[in-house]
């Protein structure tokens, strides 16, 4: 363990909340926080295809008054979260509910963060120069609808700048989900690259988290079941949507996953697909997808033990390897499993070699590259984006 001599802690201020067929037991969730008049948080695509309707019902049975705000376009800009707050204003709301995937989320969390701050969401970006977030969010209660971001139980929200063409996080204990609602019957009817991509989003996590340099017991926990759950159930999930128990236990993945970022962030891959998404409009799922093996293939030899025990908890027999020998094959069991659920290399968003250099440093400035296993140069980012244009699934 890299950090072994330092004080650590873990906390999540977030009641978690699962089951199969559980929307009935909303309304009593929100009016245990007592939200009178929540702010459905959403986006148009969740309206269409009939989700937000199936979690009105129970709140309008049980006469909840609540205001839908689905001004989200696509990943949140700045803007997106200046409208809900002012929509969250007009309507006098005291609370949130989100449904979907990040996005929805995301979004409602930094909505609270303005207001409960008072100030625009882009003051609080955790960078140099800006403020902590000192206020608690009103209370939100987050109904994820996809199995990836795990933004139902993470302390962070990554929001895009728009003018800087890039995404940012704001995170705090502050701005946790009250309450992460959990059930899988709203994740069926999602198509089978998004369900790929997201769960290789909730997989990374796991391997992020528990590889990088702020890793610690606690953390370690949720990680490792995070990984078995993937390696289990993410192919079932992709094969056939409506298997409720691969759903289930992606959902679990995903939020067990989500809960071992703790107060910490992740690495490479994710410093890699946050400033790409802030220049190419690649689904974050599909761009960690694109981009966790060829990372793997640079990471590995940082934490060789780990990486054994990751090729364990997806099923591998490692009986009679070295530790380098079963840090490899974690590496191929990722490539194994991508290759089954169809990811797609970052060629197929339109990125090409001449914009590798700029991405590159993009990467290498975020404050993710800090804590990746291995150390990291411009150079070697240069060289996994070369690997991520050609690698093949
Ligand atoms: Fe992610």
Known sequence: MKNLYELHHYESPTRMVHGINI????????????????????????????LVAKVEAPLKAAGIDYVIFDGIHGEPTCEDIA??????????????????????????????VEIAEGGPVLDYECAEGKKPLS????????????????????????????????????????????????????????????????GMDALCHAIECYTCAYAQPITDCYALYAIELAGKYLRRAVACGSDLEARYGMALCAMFAGATYGTDSAGAVHALTQTLGG???????KAVAATLVPVMEFNWMGEPGKYKRIAEALGEDTTGLT?????????????????????????????????????AQAAFDDPQTIGNPRDLTVDDYVRIYQRALTIQY
């Open 135 to 198: 206020k608690r969010i009103p209370p939100l209660v987050a109904i994820p609808t996809t199995a990836g971001t795990g933004s139902e139980v993470t302390l962070w929200a990554v929001i895009k700048d728009t003018k800087r063409e890039y995404k940012f996080n704001v995170g705090g204990v502050e701005m946790a989900a009250h309450v992460a609602f959990i059930d899988p019957t709203l994740q069926t009817s999602l198509p089978a690259d998004f369900t790929a991509g997201t």
């Open 279 to 285: 220049i190419f409009p690649i689904p974050h799922g």
């Open 323 to 359: 530790e380098s020998e079963g840090a490899k094959l974690a590496v191929e069991a990722v490539h194994k499993l991508a290759s089954d659920i169809g990811i797609k290399s970052i060629a197929t968003f339109g990125v090409t070699e001449d914009d590798i250099p700029r991405l």
């Open 23 to 50: 929307l009935p037991q909303l309304p009593a969730e929100v009016s245990r926080l007592g939200i009178k008049r929540p702010l459905l948080v959403t986006l148009p695509p969740m309206i269409a295809c009939g």
């Open 83 to 112: 409208d809900g707050s002012k929509t969250y204003r007009e309507n006098g709301c005291d609370g949130f509910i989100a449904v979907g995937g990040g996005a929805a989320i995301d979004s409602a969390k930094a909505i609270g």
